[in-house]
């Protein structure tokens, strides 16, 4: 793959590497994993699950430095990741690389060291699975990139899990399972209303590729999926009210919203359309759920 840029103007500085962390995204794969180890049965000293919880978010950044560090091409044709670090032309391909895998080698080593192997060996698959099987595989090869690659940040609840408890089980599955088929209407409902961008990057998305209406569609089936996986925990006695009444308000939302986005004829032009309204919602969603799937179990127990 050829470099975006072959004159680095501007010196990178500490926020350009802190950027190639994708700060934002690693908030929700702190919290999720924070949740997985809140609602795992047993103890862990604070400072361990400090230690574990700081792995899973360094362990992200890596994952999100080898991203940019492959993508780098496709992030100058897009307008809102044109200004990342390596496009922008304020740092170079090599030190991103490097940037990325120091990190990986640090948060699966001390993750071991520390914790236990089996939450560093989940650590160091997610890091793999997003930044080889995701990035250099599937984005540039297939629509269903989302789908399969959606594993990826699904990971991080199930190694909170496994750094308390050292095993895992059906619960921290179903934690998986909850991400993992949020993933696509997720990010498919941000793919609708930045189509142009991945058409310009040449990026297999499935508006792209299939259309919006195939997409709506889509969005539609993956989000009935999902509320099976999101009530599950209380269907199976896992959970209690705190977490089963208020997820089934959520979920029923969040169908309401995925079904107006199914319905939408064609792309509306005002700023709030229904697939914006539907991607701000999926955020505070998984939020909300993980936040009260950890009260709910730490009151049980």
Not at 8 to 32: G, H, Y
Request: aromatic letters at 14%; a positive charge.
């Amino acid at each position: 793959m050829t470099s975006v840029t072959t004159d680095i103007s501007l010196p990178a500085d500490w926020r350009d590497f802190w950027a190639l962390t994708k700060p934002r995204v690693m908030s929700l794969v702190v919290f999720t994993a924070l949740c997985g180890l809140l609602a795992a049965p047993g103890s862990i000293h604070p400072i361990l699950g400090f230690t574990a919880i700081l792995c899973i978010a360094v362990g992200a950044g890596a994952s999100a430095a080898l991203n940019q560090w492959y993508e780098a091409d496709i992030d100058a044709k897009m307008k809102r990741t044109a200004n990342r670090p390596l496009p922008a032309g304020r740092m170079d391909r090599e030190s991103a690389f490097q940037f990325g895998i120091g990190l990986s080698a640090f948060s699966v080593g001390v993750m071991g060291v520390a914790v236990n192997w089996l939450s560093a060996g989940i650590l160091a698959f997610s890091i793999f699975f997003y930044a080889v099987v995701y990035t250099i595989w599937l984005k540039r090869s297939t629509p269903q990139n989302i789908v399969i690659g959606g594993a990826a940040g699904a990971f991080p609840p199930v190694i909170g899990w496994a750094a308390v408890t050292g095993d895992v089980t059906l619960l921290p599955v179903l934690m998986f399972a909850l991400i993992f088929l949020w993933t696509p209407p997720h990010f498919w409902s941000l793919a609708l209303y930045v189509k142009p961008d991945y058409a310009a990057a040449g990026v297999p998305m499935m508006p792209v590729t299939a259309g919006q209406k195939s997409t709506r569609n889509q969005i539609f089936f993956y989000s009935w999926i999902m509320a099976a996986s999101a009530l599950a925990p209380w269907a199976l006695g896992m959970t209690g009210l705190i977490y089963g009444i208020p997820a089934m308000l959520l979920t029923l939302v969040f169908l309401a919203l995925a079904f107006s986005v199914w319905r939408n004829p064609a792309m509306e032009t005002s700023a709030m359309k229904p697939e914006k309204r539907l991607f701000g919602w999926s955020i505070l969603y998984l939020f909300l759920m993980f936040a009260l799937l950890a009260v709910d179990r730490m009151v049980l127990a």
